[in-house]
């Protein structure tokens, strides 16, 4: 069965340091999507890429964040000065189409900031 | 605004025990409702979803109905076994064009043998 698969599982960096989430989405999938979830809170979105380029982004999403989809497989997401508050599980997802449809999520990647 | 409040956990319940996890949310326009799961050390993984007023999502036992008129899609399940144990979302979408997803804080669910 097709599944998202992220990389590492964990990452522990120094703020101040970058770091490269890694995720490989489903292959016939063509959007999508990062999220986190940051201890105790709720799940949020923090962008959408479709067509090689962001549909959407949330408040989140500032300036330190960038998205990149390097080849035909991989999607990235960079952070590109990390902060404590970055400390969070960050999951992938991609669909098939955009809206009312199922989302196909990885198994998260743990960013630990110290 | 969008927004999702699920009930807290954690929930412990013994096997066969009749679970509810409640779930409201606030919406502009029409969205469609979604129950996700997480199991340990996998992602979150769809387990029901509506797409419009009154119908009835259903999987593996579970069952959610979506409420307009309270704005409620509460997950039920009438007999819960172990392999049961996990993270539960909800979640919903606006129901456009557009697939971004807003979710509840998650409610851990243990079931004991």
């Known amino acids: 069965e097709p599944e998202v698969t992220q990389t590492p599982s964990h990452q522990v960096t120094q703020m101040g340091q970058e770091v490269i989430l890694r995720c490989v989405p489903i292959s016939n999938h063509l959007y999508f999507y990062w999220y986190r979830q940051i201890l105790g809170q709720k799940v949020e979105f923090l962008v959408s890429?479709?067509?090689?380029?962001?549909?959407?982004k949330s408040e989140i999403f500032d300036d330190q964040f960038s998205v990149e989809r390097p080849d035909g497989s991989n999607f990235t997401l960079k952070i590109r000065s990390t902060k404590l508050e970055d400390s969070a599980m960050y999951f992938c997802?991609?669909?098939?189409?955009?809206?009312?449809?199922?989302?196909?999520f990885g198994q998260g990647t743990r960013l630990t900031v110290v | 605004g969008n927004s999702v409040t699920q009930m807290e956990g954690p929930v412990t319940l013994s096997e066969e025990a009749f679970l509810t996890i409640n779930c409201t949310y606030t919406?502009?326009?029409?969205?469609?409702l979604f129950w996700y799961v997480q199991y340990p050390g996998e992602g979150l993984q769809l387990l029901l979803k509506?797409?419009?007023?009154?119908d009835k999502g259903s999987n593996k036992g579970f069952e959610a109905t979506y409420r307009k008129e309270t704005t409620s899609f509460h997950l039920e399940k009438g007999s819960v076994q172990v392999s049961d144990s996990a993270v539960y979302f909800c979640?919903?979408?606006?129901?456009?064009?557009?697939?971004?997803?807003?979710f509840g804080r998650g409610t851990q669910l243990t079931v004991w043998p």
């Open positions: 919406a502009t326009g029409y969205p469609s």
């Open positions: 979640a919903l979408d606006r129901g456009s064009t557009l697939g971004r997803l807003y």
């Open positions: 509506a797409t419009k007023a009154d």
């Open positions: 890429f479709y067509n090689n380029e962001i549909s959407e």
């Open positions: 997802a991609s669909t098939i189409k955009q809206g009312n449809t199922e989302a196909f």
